[in-house]
């Protein structure tokens, strides 16, 4: 069983950064696969990024080469770095575990998910 807790979320300008963590409790976090939703009012759950346990990322198309997803399995974390956000980027953005250490774009593959982050870019 795993416990996520996102941080780092806040309000930014256009064109700025943020870096979101994702730490997780439980003693196998080197074997799961973490990804990262967001979903802004109105709209559905939306797939953003994930890395698997061999630490290969896959980066949603919304945001190809602008955000990178890592992690650092010493201290239980996963990151996702945002940069040139947009208003568009405007969303609660979720952390999630697969117990497979699968990273999918598929939100039904996570088992686990943290309470969210907001996160609100103003132009």
Known sequence: QAQLVESGGG???????LRLSCL??????????????????????EFVAAINWLHNGF?????????TISRDNAKNTVYLQ???????DTAVYYCAAN??????????DYEY???GTQVTVSS
Do not use: C, H
């Open 24 to 45: 997780a409790s439980g003693p196998n976090f080197r074997d799961y696969g973490m990804g990262w939703f967001r979903q802004a009012p109105g709209k559905e759950r």
């Open 11 to 17: 309000l930014v300008l256009t064109g700025g950064s």
């Open 59 to 67: 980066i949603g198309d919304s945001v190809l080469g602008r955000f």
């Open 113 to 115: 998910w943290g309470q």
């Open 99 to 108: 117990m497979e250490g699968r990273g999918s774009m598929i939100y039904s």
């Open 82 to 88: 945002m940069n040139t956000l947009k208003p568009d």
